[in-house]
């Protein structure tokens, strides 16, 4: 178990890719804190990664948190060490979009985006690597980017700054970091089949379409890159971002 006793944070546990993730890192032997702003969906999520895990006693949690507000994130951290008895890492990973054209972007549907998907990321990384180096934890932080880090969308000023920012913590978090034994890497995905998506079929298929394979990615798929990326196996990426996209950017 490459994960085993490893006690890591998931934020958007609840649902899509923060789910998926929460079962493959449980898989490999890590305990959870599974956090979300939805509790209900968090609390299903932990039930589930403790029927995974019943075998070998794997702990999970449910919490709920607002990942745009400092003081919940670092409440979230020490709730963390409370129930796990050390941290080794967080998936920052809830993330929300907005989308409108420009000229009607105002202040506050910028900020929203801005403070949900980018000052999260910040937050994580700064109460969880504290707590870390004070209690002489290793591991690793893995944050949720996007394909729209590194490319314009329309309707997307807003997520677009967000997640490449995110690609530019998940870089200078690594090399802040690095002496301490913590990594720091963010992971890109494509179009993922998940409720941030929307309902609309006909509004998925052109999206579907810029994949490779003409089809959107699971979930899943993306969770097994975070879970390797957590393990020692990836001890030589540090501060890049890899692109689960199905060619999207290539
Ligand atoms: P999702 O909507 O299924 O899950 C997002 C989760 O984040 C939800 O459970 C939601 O309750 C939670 N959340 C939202 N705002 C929160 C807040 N302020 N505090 C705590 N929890 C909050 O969406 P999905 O697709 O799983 O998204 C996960 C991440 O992946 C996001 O950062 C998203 O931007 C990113 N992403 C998703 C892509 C996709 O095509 N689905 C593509 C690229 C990136």
């Known amino acids: 178990m490459e994960l085993k006793d490893q006690a890591l944070i998931v934020t958007g546990g609840a649902s899509g890719i923060g789910r998926a993730a929460c079962l493959a890192l449980a898989e490999k032997g890590a305990n959870l804190i ?3 702003f939805n509790l209900d969906g968090a609390e299903a999520v932990a039930k589930e990664v403790g029927a995974l895990t019943q075998d070998r006693g794997g702990k999970a949690f449910a919490y709920k948190v607002d990942v745009s507000k400092a003081e919940e994130v670092e409440a979230l951290v020490e709730f963390a060490v409370e129930k796990l008895g050390t941290l080794n ?21 910028y900020l929203k985006v801005i403070e949900v998907d980018q000052h999260s990321v910040y937050y994580g990384l700064y109460y969880g690597a504290r707590k870390m180096v004070a209690l002489g934890a290793k591991g690793a ?10 490319i314009a969308a329309r309707g997307s000023f807003n997520y677009n700054a967000a997640k490449a920012a995110v690609v530019s913590m998940s870089r200078s978090g690594a090399l802040e970091l690095a002496e301490y034994g913590i990594r720091v890497v963010g992971v890109a995905p494509g179009f993922i089949d998940t409720p941030i998506l929307g309902d609309d079929p006909a509004a998925k298929a052109p999206l579907a379409a810029q994949h490779m394979h003409n089809r959107l990615i699971q979930p899943e798929k993306v969770a097994s890159v975070v879970a390797f990326l957590f393990s020692d196996a990836a001890s030589a990426i540090n501060g890049s971002t890899v692109a689960v996209d199905d060619g999207f950017l290539s």
């Open 34 to 36: 599974v956090a979300d």
């Open 89 to 109: 890492g967080m998936f920052n990973n809830a993330g929300i979009g907005l989308v409108k054209p420009f000229l009607e972007m105002d202040p506050a549907s």
């Open 141 to 150: 932080f893995v944050n949720t980017a996007s394909i729209y880090g590194s």
